[in-house]
């Protein structure tokens, strides 16, 4: 079984633009959360989404944006990037289980670097 | 107050020692626990998951959860280079929101 994809891998960007990131969950899985993950913050919970709706959101500002699409995969949006913005940003899938005893699988992430 | 706290490391160890990881948690509420390795340039991939207070082992892993201290421990007998990864606690906060510690730098020198 295939694992989660994201595209792109890699990106370079300068300030004031914005970006799009995508990612492909595991078959069958519905859940897709999203992550930014920077060497002093760690992994930061950015927001989930699950049968299209967006169910938790973290402490981002607005800039950050995301959606499903009704075959589970996932898109996020950074507007108007700063600095501050350059980081790994990951997708997770899970297949809920019930219970929350859900198990996350990663992708490898996008890494994004702002200019 | 960060809700999950873990020291960054790096952690050097030689080939074969006993590696202790330990994060703290500040929310009572908390049940679930998660430990993640990370090598470089990859996504954090699920070693343990154990609920609640106890002890779970894993072929040279094992996890452990004291709630009363709010304390959570990952081992790593016969530690291998292969090891070399960093290592993340993580905790379930609520439905389907996971909170992560920032990780640990762990070297396992051959």
């Known amino acids: 079984k295939a694992g989660v994809t994201q595209t792109p891998r890699y990106l370079i960007k300068t300030r004031g633009q914005q970006v799009t990131l995508s990612c492909s969950p595991i078959?069958?899985?519905?859940?897709v959360s999203w992550y930014q993950q920077t060497p002093g913050q760690g992994l930061q919970f950015l927001f989930e989404?699950?049968?299209?709706?967006?169910?938790n959101k973290g402490n981002f500002p607005g800039r950050f944006s995301g959606r499903q699409f009704s075959n589970s995969r996932s898109e996020m949006n950074v507007s108007t990037l700063e600095l501050g913005d350059s980081a790994l940003y990951l997708c997770?899938?899970?297949?809920?289980?019930?219970?929350?005893?859900?198990?996350?699988?990663f992708g490898p992430g996008t890494r994004l670097l702002v200019l | 107050q960060k809700e999950v706290e873990q020291d960054p490391g790096p952690l050097s160890v030689p080939e074969g020692a006993i590696v202790s990881l330990n994060c703290t948690y500040s929310n009572s509420a908390f049940q679930y626990f998660m430990w993640y390795r990370q090598y470089s340039r990859k996504g954090p991939e699920l070693l343990m998951y154990?609920?609640?207070?106890g002890n779970k082992e894993d072929g040279r892993f094992t996890a452990q959860v004291d709630k009363s201290s709010k304390y959570i421990s990952l081992f790593i007998r016969d530690s291998q280079p292969s090891d070399s990864a960093t290592y993340l606690c993580a905790s379930l906060s609520g439905t389907y929101k996971y909170i992560f510690g920032t990780g640990t730098r762990l070297k396992v020198l051959a």
């Open positions: 997770a899938s899970t297949l809920p289980g019930g219970g929350g005893q859900e198990t996350q699988y």
């Open positions: 078959s069958g899985h519905r859940s």
């Open positions: 989404y699950f049968s299209e709706t967006q169910r």
């Open positions: 154990t609920y609640s207070s």
